[in-house]
């Protein structure tokens, strides 16, 4: 029922600041939770941060707490990952998820998935 494509990935320096947007199509998607999630080499998917189906609840691990914040546009169909104070660990491939339930599961709880988008922070 979704379809999700993402951007905004790059590279950039220690301290530096991007903006990932995942845009989605389908009739529903204001009723979809949707979620970041990213991975690194050699390591297992992890949860960023996740927004549910009317922004009223949002949640972030607490690595990027205070770092990163989680947005959506119902109108637009997007949501945003807006990162700043970037570091070599967020290095990592990003995520843009969508599901019919809540925003806080685990990634296997999620129903649909873009194709990820690379972020690299050098040091």
């Known amino acids: 029922q979704v379809q999700l494509v993402e951007s905004g990935g790059g590279l950039v320096q220690t301290g530096g600041s991007l903006r990932l947007s995942c845009a989605a199509s389908?009739?529903?998607?204001?009723?979809?939770?949707m979620g970041w999630f990213r991975q690194a080499p050699g390591k297992e998917r992890e949860f960023v941060a996740a927004?549910?189906?009317?922004?009223?609840?949002?949640y972030y691990a607490d690595s990027v707490k205070g770092r990163f914040t989680i947005s959506r546009d119902n109108a637009k169909n997007t949501v945003y990952l807006q990162m700043n104070s970037l570091k070599p660990e967020d290095t990592a491939v990003y995520y843009c998820?969508?599901?019919?339930?809540?925003?806080?599961?685990?990634?296997?709880?999620?129903?649909?998935w873009g194709q990820g988008t690379q972020v690299t922070v050098s040091s």
């Open positions: 389908g009739r529903t998607f204001s009723s979809y939770a």
């Open positions: 927004i549910s189906w009317n922004g009223a609840n949002t």
């Open positions: 998820a969508a599901n019919r339930g809540v925003a806080y599961v685990p990634a296997r709880h999620y129903d649909y």
